[in-house]
């Protein structure tokens, strides 16, 4: 009975994504306004924080990344949404309100049966965002911004799956079948819902790509950062449930760093998994 319930799911979602018309989950609002914003060439600063300044959660966020110890090396503090766009960046309003919208979406009375995959989803989230964001800067050299908000993007198929899972009480109760559903599922599904947020098309790219095992001999794409920061994180913080699913293979890691450059990376990245759950309020 279980696997009729993910079919239909599944239906449901391919329906919902292969549409003219996108129904958004009610989660990815502000998102949505966000990607449909900064879109515009004519976009300033002034437009943008009376957006943000519409959304407390937002507003909220912005400042207090604003503020963070890797963004106020200075410690001059900003109380204002503009001053704190102008400080993090046009793109880092959008990291921020995906985090937003994952972080409504955990709190909400539809995810409580998710509560203990959703703490270690977050927290393996957050984990690879930092990840990537050193690994872009140190190894590929290539902008760490937008590869932090790949890293926090990379497994919105998961918390898009178990908003649509929660309307069947049924496929809840079969631990190992929702498992199922969400482990072979979620990249090709956040691929699609990425796609149609008109993500770039590097992004779309890393996403699909970050669960396909591979050999990587140097770190030079977004798509590289994003697989080796996923397995890095693998090591002690994944959201699969170890009772349904066997340990990810993050052996190749060992062929990659020798010890100490990896201890460093994750050294540095620690850092900035801090200083990122401060900033977003994780």
């Known amino acids: 009975m279980s696997k009729a319930i993910t079919f239909k799911v599944l239906e449901d979602i391919a329906k919902d994504l292969s549409g003219d018309e996108i129904t958004f989950p009610t989660f990815l609002d502000i998102t ?3 990607r449909t914003a900064l879109k515009d060439p004519n976009l300033n600063v002034d437009q943008l924080a009376k957006l943000v300044g519409a959304e407390p959660l937002m507003s909220t966020k912005i400042i207090r990344m604003a503020n963070s110890v890797a963004l106020n090396p200075s410690g001059r503090e900003i109380a204002d949404v503009k001053n704190g766009i102008i400080r993090v960046g046009m793109e880092a309003v959008r990291t921020v309100s995906f985090a937003v919208a994952m972080e409504q979406l955990l709190k909400s009375k539809q995810m409580q049966p998710f509560e203990e995959i959703s703490k270690r989803l977050w927290e393996h989230t957050a984990h690879v965002a930092a990840l990537s964001r050193v690994l872009a ?4 050299k290539i902008n760490g911004d937008e590869a932090m908000f790949t890293g926090l993007v990379h497994d919105i198929g998961v918390f898009y799956l178990m908003s649509r899972a929660a309307g069947f009480p049924e496929l ?4 190992a079948e929702l498992h199922a559903l969400l482990v072979g599922w979620h990249d090709n599904i956040g691929h699609a819902l990425l796609s149609a947020l008109g993500s770039p098309e590097s992004v779309l790219l890393a996403v699909q790509e970050h669960e396909n095992d591979r050999e990587i001999k140097d770190i030079r794409t977004l798509s590289d950062v994003l ?6 994180a693998n090591r002690t913080s994944c959201w699969r449930d170890p ?3 066997a340990p990810v293979d993050t052996s190749m890691l060992d062929t990659l760093f020798d010890a100490d450059t990896l201890a460093s990376i994750v050294e540095e990245s620690e850092e ?3 200083s990122l759950k401060k900033a977003l309020g994780a």
Do not use: G, S
């Not at 800067?137 to 590929?140: E, H, N, V």
């Not at 809840?172 to 631990?175: G, L, Q, S, V, W």
């Open 32 to 34: 949505f306004q966000v």
């Open 137 to 140: 800067r140190k190894m590929a």
């Open 172 to 175: 809840i109760a079969d631990k």
């Open 227 to 232: 697989y080796v920061a996923n397995k890095i």
């Open 243 to 245: 009772a349904y699913d």
């Open 272 to 274: 900035e998994v801090a």
